[in-house]
């Protein structure tokens, strides 16, 4: 049985009274919902128009009869009841007429899904739900975006002013922007983010011009944290999450590029200010606020490092005028307070570097170039290299000024040691604290050897292991000096034939590893020489690879002095005990004749006599008893002396040690440049001056700040010695000789 057609006005006509069924829901006019049956009867109706035959299939004026309903209601409904109503009263209207159309397109989609299915796919034109959206973007959303961008964004001053608004309103309308761009954010971002953004930095200008007058800096930053708070809030509950790095970035460019000047200089409250007065949190927030602007801490780590290298700077200055006039021991107490200070500086400010300012480098950074600049000034003519060493001895020394906790001077060495990063001339450091080291091991001052191998660790560490070999193989050296002595204890009573005669201690080193020390023919007493030679004896057995130089100036003696009152225990030098042993066969001696029978140069003999009978023990009388010592003076032992102690030390005036150092470090850094240039030439083979010394500048950076002059002497120095040559065309070109 064949179908009844379906003729397009009489469907059409069934359609409408569906259509407009369903309008009369959406005003919500008194009209019964849509049953199943009547659902189905409405899709069937479409489906049999679109399934007859040529030329009754209506597939295409049902397509376009679709899209006719839809601007058919808009323009009779909807847009004259937006047309009527402005401002918040708009918005909501705009909000209902968009739900809606909404249901509208469900709905009518529905009945007219057939087409959806079969004739638009065929075609590949567009589907039902878009030509719905279509419609209301062309006729509806056209018209009236406008004036709902400019409602909306009222409504963000308003609450911006502290005014309550209907935020669900703001996201339904701003969602409407979303929408009608079908998946493409063009519609949103051109119709209303641009005028969006556009306001709020004219509003956000507004108001920084009048804080930036009025508040302080701290107050002004709290104002901006908020505001950038409360925008970040706003997007999370209206606006599009793609908006927020941009309304971010436009309020941080109002509130704080534009006036990062004035702010970061402001005279009572600025950031000099705050580091001033210690305003931590502040300083937090300044950081916060600052950190994700493009080069925005820049200014902030500059006056940074300003800073730190004006307290330093003076903490110098007050240590120079401190030193000044005074006394040697006054000086050096000096020198230890101030290194103390800055340490105490560095703590200070690396706190603020790892919390106010999160660890960031640029803070690092200031922080090391501002102590680089003050660390390595010169302070009562003592570099900050031989202050480092001075404090360290003072800290491992036994009896040294700091009475500190184990903790305590591991936490002080590792602290020293961060310091010594920021010193240009690390090999004069090393230099000076091998000096002192080796006092400290050698005379038994060391008041832990923990804790001496504990810094040359953090050394190695900061410094690397060629750094610290040396003074590590020192340390070795003790320990194997004491099995030495031990040996030679055991060798003694082993062979009760050998003996010394007088108790010996000698300290066997390794002559690599210590400072240069000078040695001299000493002619020593008889007494002595037979302790050398049993000792000898007992080493050559031992070893027949090694020779034993004996340094006299660091041996110590302890002997009796038989005075008239009572016998005194002398702790002296072994020149000291030397010298006073010749008056055991002799009442008086002349300058000359000492000279002549200890076989000392003049400087050491003057240094000695004067301990012996100028200061404050005169174990000697002089003639003639000035405080000076001349060559024609004469000598006797004085055996009225006595002292309260039954053992005294009689030290011998300290020699200026600081020039020997710096004439070592010199020679070793001359050798430097020249293995740094022969190292370079090698890999290079031919390479220009600039580029030569630039590198070699760079290689030895990390021990001495080579100086220009001295780089050019030894490239000098080796085309003489045939290592390197001259271009010929080009005198500024050198070329590596195999």
Same mark, same amino acid.
């Given at each position: 049985?064949?179908?009844?057609?379906?003729?397009?006005?009489?469907?059409?006509?069934?359609?409408?009274?569906?259509?407009?069924?369903?309008?009369?829901?959406?005003?919500?006019?008194?009209?019964?919902?849509?049953?199943?049956?009547?659902?189905?009867?409405?899709?069937?109706?479409?489906?049999?128009?679109?399934?007859?035959?040529?030329?009754?299939?209506? /597939?295409?004026?049902?397509?376009?009869?679709?899209?006719?309903?839809?601007?058919?209601?808009?323009?009779?409904?909807?847009?004259?009841?937006?047309?009527?109503?402005?401002?918040?009263?708009?918005?909501?209207?705009?909000?209902?007429?968009?739900?809606?159309?909404?249901?509208?397109?469900?709905?009518?989609?529905?009945?007219?899904?057939?087409?959806?299915?079969?004739?638009?796919?065929?075609?590949?034109?567009?589907?039902?739900?878009?030509?719905?959206?279509?419609?209301?973007?062309?006729?509806?959303?056209?018209? @009236?975006?406008?004036?709902?961008?400019?409602?909306?964004?009222?409504?963000?001053?308003?609450?911006?002013?502290?005014?309550?608004?209907?935020?669900?309103?703001?996201?339904?309308?701003?969602?409407?922007?979303?929408?009608?761009?079908?998946?493409?954010?063009?519609?949103?971002?051109?119709?209303?983010?641009?005028?969006?953004?556009?306001?709020?930095?004219?509003?956000?200008?507004?108001?920084?011009?009048?804080?930036?007058?009025?508040?302080?800096?701290?107050?002004?930053?709290?104002?901006?944290?908020?505001?950038?708070?409360?925008?970040?809030?706003?997007?999370?509950?209206?606006?599009?999450?793609?908006?927020?790095?941009?309304?971010?970035?436009?309020?941080?460019?109002?509130?704080?590029?534009?006036?990062?000047?004035?702010?970061?200089?402001?005279?009572?409250?600025?950031?000099?200010?705050?580091?001033?007065?210690?305003?931590?949190?502040?300083?937090?927030?300044?950081?916060?606020?600052?950190?994700?602007?493009?080069?925005?801490?820049?200014?902030?780590?500059?006056?940074?490092?300003?800073?730190?290298?004006?307290?330093?700077?003076?903490?110098?200055?007050?240590?120079?005028?401190?030193?000044?006039?005074?006394?040697?021991?006054?000086?050096?107490?000096?020198?230890?307070?101030? @290194?103390?200070?800055?340490?105490?500086?560095?703590?200070?400010?690396?706190?603020?570097?790892?919390?106010?300012?999160?660890?960031?480098?640029?803070?690092?950074?200031?922080?090391?170039?501002?102590?680089?600049?003050?660390?390595?000034?010169?302070?009562?003519?003592?570099?900050?290299?031989?202050?480092?060493?001075?404090?360290?001895?003072?800290?491992?020394?036994?009896?040294? /000024?700091?009475?500190?906790?184990?903790?305590?001077?591991?936490?002080?060495?590792?602290?020293?040691?961060?310091?010594?990063?920021?010193?240009?001339?690390?090999?004069?450091?090393?230099?000076?604290?091998?000096?002192?080291?080796?006092?400290?091991?050698?005379?038994?001052?060391?008041?832990?050897?923990?804790?001496?191998?504990?810094?040359?660790?953090?050394?190695?560490?900061?410094?690397?292991?060629?750094?610290?070999?040396?003074?590590?193989?020192?340390?070795?050296?003790?320990?194997?000096?004491?099995?030495?002595?031990?040996?030679?204890?055991?060798?003694?009573?082993?062979?009760?034939?050998?003996?010394?005669?007088?108790?010996?201690?000698?300290?066997?080193?390794?002559?690599?590893?210590?400072?240069?020390?000078?040695?001299?023919?000493?002619?020593?007493?008889?007494?002595?020489?037979?302790?050398?030679?049993?000792?000898?004896?007992?080493?050559?057995?031992?070893?027949?690879?090694?020779?034993?130089?004996?340094?006299?100036?660091?041996?110590?003696?302890?002997?009796?002095?038989?005075?008239?009152?009572?016998?005194?225990?002398?702790?002296? /030098?072994?020149?000291?005990?030397?010298?006073?042993?010749?008056?055991?066969?002799?009442?008086?001696?002349?300058?000359?004749?000492?000279?002549?029978?200890?076989?000392?140069?003049?400087?050491?003999?003057?240094?000695?006599?004067?301990?012996?009978?100028?200061?404050?023990?005169?174990?000697?009388?002089?003639?003639?008893?000035?405080?000076?010592?001349?060559?024609?003076?004469?000598?006797?032992?004085?055996?009225?002396?006595?002292?309260?102690?039954?053992?005294?030390?009689?030290?011998?005036?300290?020699?200026?040690?600081?020039?020997?150092?710096?004439?070592? @470090?010199?020679?070793?850094?001359?050798?430097?440049?020249?293995?740094?240039?022969?190292?370079?030439?090698?890999?290079?083979?031919?390479?220009?001056?600039?580029?030569?010394?630039?590198?070699?500048?760079?290689?030895?950076?990390?021990?001495?700040?080579?100086?220009?002059?001295?780089?050019?002497?030894?490239?000098?120095?080796?085309?003489?010695?045939?290592?390197?040559?001259?271009?010929?065309?080009?005198?500024?070109?050198?070329?590596?000789?195999?």
């Amino acid at each position: 049985m064949e179908r009844r057609v379906i003729e397009l006005d009489q469907g059409w006509e069934y359609m409408q009274k569906g259509i407009t069924k369903l309008r009369r829901i959406l005003d919500g006019l008194p009209e019964p919902s849509f049953n199943a049956e009547k659902h189905i009867m409405l899709y069937t109706t479409i489906y049999n128009m679109c399934t007859q035959k040529p030329p009754h299939d209506y /597939s295409q004026q049902l397509y376009d009869k679709y899209r006719e309903a839809f601007e058919e209601y808009i323009r009779s409904a909807v847009m004259p009841s937006l047309r009527e109503k402005h401002d918040e009263f708009m918005l909501r209207e705009l909000v209902k007429r968009w739900s809606n159309h909404n249901v509208m397109v469900k709905w009518l989609s529905r009945f007219f899904n057939y087409l959806d299915r079969y004739f638009i796919v065929r075609r590949s034109l567009p589907s039902l739900n878009e030509v719905g959206l279509v419609c209301f973007r062309d006729q509806v959303y056209k018209e @009236v975006n406008d004036k709902a961008r400019d409602a909306v964004i009222a409504l963000i001053d308003k609450e911006r002013e502290g005014e309550q608004i209907d935020r669900a309103l703001l996201k339904n309308v701003v969602d409407i922007f979303v929408a009608i761009g079908m998946g493409q954010m063009e519609s949103y971002e051109k119709d209303f983010e641009a005028s969006m953004l556009s306001d709020t930095g004219a509003y956000y200008s507004r108001k920084a011009s009048n804080w930036i007058l009025e508040d302080s800096c701290p107050d002004y930053m709290l104002k901006a944290e908020e505001c950038l708070k409360r925008e970040r809030d706003r997007v999370s509950k209206y606006l599009h999450s793609s908006s927020e790095q941009k309304l971010v970035e436009k309020v941080q460019h109002e509130l704080l590029v534009v006036y990062a000047t004035q702010l970061l200089e402001k005279e009572h409250s600025g950031c000099r200010a705050l580091l001033q007065d210690d305003k931590v949190e502040d300083l937090s927030r300044m950081y916060r606020l600052y950190h994700k602007i493009p080069k925005g801490l820049d200014p902030i780590a500059n006056v940074f490092k300003q800073h730190i290298t004006a307290e330093g700077t003076a903490l110098v200055q007050q240590a120079e005028e401190a030193t000044t006039n005074q006394a040697a021991n006054t000086i050096a107490m000096q020198e230890q307070v101030l @290194v103390r200070k800055i340490i105490e500086l560095h703590d200070k400010y690396m706190a603020y570097v790892n919390n106010c300012f999160m660890n960031h480098s640029l803070f690092h950074k200031a922080l090391k170039e501002a102590f680089e600049i003050f660390c390595n000034k010169v302070v009562a003519g003592s570099s900050s290299a031989e202050l480092l060493a001075a404090f360290c001895d003072n800290i491992l020394k036994k009896g040294g /000024s700091e009475k500190l906790s184990d903790e305590a001077i591991e936490e002080t060495l590792e602290k020293v040691v961060k310091l010594l990063a920021y010193i240009s001339d690390k090999d004069l450091f090393a230099e000076f604290y091998r000096k002192k080291l080796a006092r400290r091991l050698l005379f038994d001052r060391s008041a832990s050897e923990e804790h001496e191998k504990c810094i040359l660790t953090k050394l190695k560490q900061q410094c690397g292991g060629q750094f610290t070999s040396k003074m590590e193989g020192m340390v070795t050296d003790l320990t194997l000096a004491r099995d030495n002595q031990t040996s030679f204890e055991e060798y003694l009573r082993n062979n009760p034939n050998v003996t010394p005669g007088i108790d010996l201690t000698v300290t066997v080193l390794t002559t690599g590893f210590w400072p240069s020390y000078k040695s001299f023919d000493l002619n020593l007493p008889a007494e002595m020489v037979k302790c050398v030679e049993v000792f000898k004896e007992f080493y050559e057995l031992k070893t027949k690879h090694r020779k034993l130089t004996w340094i006299y100036s660091l041996g110590t003696c302890n002997i009796n002095g038989k005075f008239e009152a009572k016998t005194i225990e002398l702790v002296v /030098s072994t020149y000291q005990a030397a010298a006073l042993l010749l008056f055991n066969t002799a009442d008086r001696l002349s300058y000359s004749e000492l000279m002549t029978q200890l076989n000392v140069t003049h400087d050491d003999l003057v240094r000695l006599l004067h301990s012996l009978s100028c200061a404050k023990y005169k174990i000697l009388n002089k003639e003639p008893n000035t405080k000076t010592i001349s060559p024609t003076d004469t000598f006797e032992f004085n055996s009225k002396f006595t002292d309260r102690m039954r053992r005294i030390k009689i030290p011998l005036p300290p020699v200026d040690e600081r020039k020997k150092v710096i004439e070592d @470090v010199d020679k070793d850094r001359r050798y430097a440049i020249d293995a740094a240039i022969v190292r370079i030439m090698k890999s290079r083979k031919f390479l220009g001056h600039q580029q030569l010394v630039m590198e070699c500048v760079e290689q030895l950076g990390r021990m001495f700040k080579p100086d220009i002059k001295a780089i050019k002497k030894r490239i000098e120095d080796l085309i003489t010695r045939d290592y390197l040559e001259r271009d010929k065309d080009n005198p500024n070109m050198f070329r590596y000789l195999a």
